[in-house]
């Protein structure tokens, strides 16, 4: 009997309604992305955007996808940087549901897919150097409870955090400026530190009348180094070397070193012990006292393989360019640089002058061409 029913349910045919049930279930899913179709993308448009998600979805299903895609286009809006945005991310995680209720939870990471999203989350703060504040712990304390990964994190990134923020002595502002000329001011400061009565100086390459780039040129040279430069010998030529790149936070500046050369370490053989015969010190060049470089080495910018008597950075890094400030340290107070070669040793060669190395023929060449 029980053969007959299962065979006579068998031969039935499937209704036109669950046909066109199971044939609407197969239709493709279209996906929405809001920050893709955004026309503006700025901060205001970004958190519309996380709203929008919030306000549809009550339940806040698939949260941590709409994170992570979240978290993928901060950049593009710029935000990149802003902890209020991050905050509405955080935002974003349904409260109470993921705090764990027992010590087994705890330890085996209750719901380990949300708390590596926020984990994720606080490390690419971390990563744009984004400190949190205590708004964030409470959020996260909502979310995960006391014994949450992400919490912990939290913790970790509150301790080291302010401790390297403050760390390098050389201040730079929250937002770096956009002009190229402003950034170059900051990386030779920055360099030129070491010395503290270095004059950084803001030149422009048509006070050369036969300068082609037309551009700007941030220089820098303190009065020992002039000094230094005033002692060269001029039949030493003088070395332009560069490319070098220096980081401002995330901007790179090229800047360019002129090298001299460098002095003979000096053999004193007199006893240190001998009082008889003292005599005045030479004091310090530049400063006090007398204008003649001393016999030791005493000063920062002569270094093992050459002495740093100017560093520049120019705004196209053209051979043009340097070419302009050599001419321009000369009008500035080192007229030495008239009568003293200048080598260029560039990485790279300028786009409109190409220069062709060419050999003397050997004897062996001259002899087969006649």
Not at 108 to 127: G, I, N, S, T
Request: charged share 25%.
């Amino acid at each position: 009997m029980a053969t007959h029913i299962f065979r006579s349910i068998l031969r039935i045919k499937p209704s036109n309604a669950l046909m066109k049930r199971w044939e609407s279930s197969e239709k493709r899913v279209s996906v929405y992305d809001p920050f893709l179709i955004a026309k503006k993308k700025d901060k205001n448009t970004y958190l519309q955007a996380i709203k929008l998600f919030e306000t549809r979805e009550k339940r806040r299903r698939g949260h941590v996808e709409f994170i992570y895609a979240a978290l993928t286009r901060m950049e593009d809006f710029g935000v990149h940087k802003d902890l209020e945005a991050y905050k509405s991310l955080v935002d974003v995680l349904p409260k109470g549901k993921f705090i764990p209720t027992n010590i087994f939870q705890a330890e085996f990471m209750h719901y380990p897919k949300q708390q590596q999203c926020a984990v994720d989350l606080l490390e690419q703060m971390e990563d744009n150097k984004v400190i949190p504040d205590t708004e964030m712990e409470q959020m996260l304390l909502n979310i995960f409870g006391r014994r949450g990964i992400p919490l912990r994190k939290f913790w970790r990134m509150m301790y080291w955090m302010p401790k390297f923020k403050n760390l390098s002595p050389w201040h730079l502002p929250d937002a770096l400026p956009d002009d190229t000329l402003e950034l170059a001011k900051l990386a030779i400061q920055r360099i030129t530190s070491v010395d503290p009565v270095t004059q950084v100086n803001v030149w422009q390459t048509e006070e050369i009348e036969a300068s082609l780039d037309k551009t700007w040129i941030v220089s820098a040279q303190s009065p020992a180094q002039r000094i230094l430069l005033s002692q060269q010998p001029p039949n030493e030529p003088l070395v332009i070397r560069g490319p070098y790149e220096v980081y401002l936070k995330d901007q790179i500046v090229t800047y360019f070193i002129l090298f001299g050369k460098t002095r003979p370490e000096f053999t004193d053989d007199s006893d240190l012990d001998d009082v008889s015969n003292l005599e005045k010190p030479p004091g310090i060049p530049g400063f006090i006292g007398s204008t003649k470089l001393p016999s030791i080495r005493s000063t920062i910018h002569e270094q093992d393989d050459g002495t740093i008597v100017s560093i520049c950075a120019t705004g196209s890094s053209s051979r043009d360019s340097l070419l302009s400030w050599i001419r321009l340290l000369e009008k500035h107070d080192n007229p030495i640089l008239s009568n003293i070669p200048v080598i260029f040793t560039l990485t790279a060669p300028s786009t409109d002058v190409a220069i062709q190395e060419t050999q003397p023929p050997t004897q062996d060449e001259i002899r087969r061409k006649a």
